[in-house]
């Protein structure tokens, strides 16, 4: 029979096969357990590598145990080590959580409320946190080996994991519910422009439309609500880039995983404990202007920066790609326009208007629909403007079906217009084939 040491052989920090805990006296048992073993094993903690911690760990338990005057049968026992080891190594009740590719979002209302999102769809787990000071260790974890703090002076955290997921904690007096903790993971393998034509988030005439204009260096934003996948799309359009451009991105929480190998990443740094050091989107972009940039990506357009945004498209550097929160293309538009105002420019509204429409040419919508599954509803180009009104045209639109079977019903159809760029990809060497706006291939066919 395997002892329990050989039984733990297998597990990392990346691949916990943590059971469940059954209720909350063993919650309550593994947060002592912990306690006795951290008290035991101090300073080590932090200096020894995980596989000597683990067996520490291990090792340590049979006394914590005894402590504790517990008695656990074999199975029992390796659930409940596990836990520990979650606690010690990982991120506790969670860990099982974040080790699961399934889910996509895991969101913690205080120690007895963990929700999960899976395929779209909220969920609430048996999973429990021993009380709120447990869940701010577990806060703790996460952000202090990036340098951050989340404490009554500093109660609110933007951090992310090491894979890259981002995490947003708030705690008490600010949050009412306790300490919530909120992580949208991180996939480990990209989605690629096959995977989501595979799962219906867009159609291959709108897929290879969007390759086009991103091969033919057109400037392209990506708006959707908050989880709609934003950041999934603008990672899909980026692998659409040569690998001989130099690319610069420029992210609040570094989330792109782009493919090419000339690649430069920037990440926003916030303001330290006396509230100096902030470096800002803004001075990153107007860093990266300085770098001899092909392409710049910026993960999320949200303050002042886009306004250098926009003299930057303007200026040459064409092809830039950004996500946009809004409600739809044309209020993507009016987005950006009160975030140039933000920056304290005093330009007259036309004057940014005419600069919104000379250097966008595109805004992607996505959308979360009732099912929860992720939808490009909307591609629109951006025209000029007339008069004071910056003009818009759908090439492709979502024609909505209802629902049937607790599934939406629908496709993202041409419109039937050319885009007024073809003749200016076609000088780029980039065609697009009338096929993708509904015209009939030549010989009759559909």
């Given at each position: 029979m ?22 909350a ?13 951290a ?23 049979p ?51 963990v ?11 048996d ?19 990036l ?80 989880g ?78 886009a ?42 509204l ?24 992720r ?18 045209q ?7 079906q ?26 780029r ?18």
């Open positions: 395997a002892t329990v040491l050989e039984q733990l052989e297998q597990w990392t920090p990346e691949a916990i096969q943590t059971a469940r805990l059954r209720d006296a063993e919650v309550r048992l593994v947060s002592r357990l912990h306690a006795h073993i008290g035991s094993l101090g300073q080590t903690l932090q200096t020894s590598t995980p596989d000597s911690l683990r067996k520490l760990v291990v090792d340590s338990l006394s914590a145990l005894e402590t504790e005057r517990v008695a656990l049968n074999r199975s029992d026992r390796i659930r409940i080590q596990d836990a520990v080891l979650a606690e010690v190594m990982g991120y506790g009740p969670i860990q099982h959580l974040l080790d699961d590719d399934t889910i996509s979002e895991v969101m913690v209302n205080g120690p007895d409320q929700w999960i999102e899976r395929d779209g769809r909220l969920s609430l787990t999973v429990r946190f021993a009380d709120a000071d447990h869940v701010v260790r577990v806060i703790q974890r996460i952000v202090m080996p340098g951050r703090r989340c404490d009554e002076s500093s109660p609110m955290v933007d951090a992310r994991l090491p894979d890259g997921s981002r995490v947003n904690a708030i705690i008490p007096p600010l949050s009412l519910t306790g300490p919530t903790l909120t992580v949208r993971k991180f996939r480990r393998v990209p989605f690629g422009p096959d995977d989501l034509i595979a799962n219906g988030t867009i159609t291959p005439e709108a897929m290879g439309f969007l390759s086009a204009s991103v091969h033919g260096r057109l400037n392209i934003i990506v708006a959707g609500g908050s709609a996948g934003k950041t999934t799309l603008l990672n899909t359009l980026s692998n659409f880039i040569s690998g001989r451009e130099r690319i610069v991105t420029i992210e609040d929480a570094a989330e792109l995983q782009l493919q090419q190998i000339h690649v430069v990443r920037l990440e926003y740094r916030p303001a330290n404990a006396e509230g100096r050091g902030e470096i800002t989107i803004r001075d990153l972009f107007r860093n990266a202007l300085r770098m001899r940039p092909d392409r710049i990506i910026i993960g999320e357009c949200r303050s002042a920066e306004l250098d945004m926009l003299q930057a498209m303007n200026t040459g550097h064409d092809g830039s790609l950004t996500t946009v929160h809004s409600n739809g293309p044309r209020d993507a538009l009016a987005r950006v326009e009160t975030m140039v105002l933000l920056s304290g420019a005093e330009l007259p036309r004057a940014i208007r005419e600069q919104i429409a000379a250097a966008i040419d595109l805004v992607v919508y996505i959308e979360r629909m009732q099912d929860g599954s939808k490009v509803t909307q591609i629109s180009e951006v025209r000029s403007l007339e008069g004071d009104i910056v003009t818009m759908d090439i492709f639109a979502w024609t909505g209802g629902i049937e079977n607790d599934r939406v019903k629908g496709q993202l159809r041409p419109t039937g217009i050319r885009p007024s760029f073809t003749g200016r990809l076609l000088a060497g980039v065609e697009l084939p009338a096929q993708w706006f509904g015209y009939p291939i030549p010989g009759g066919a559909k």
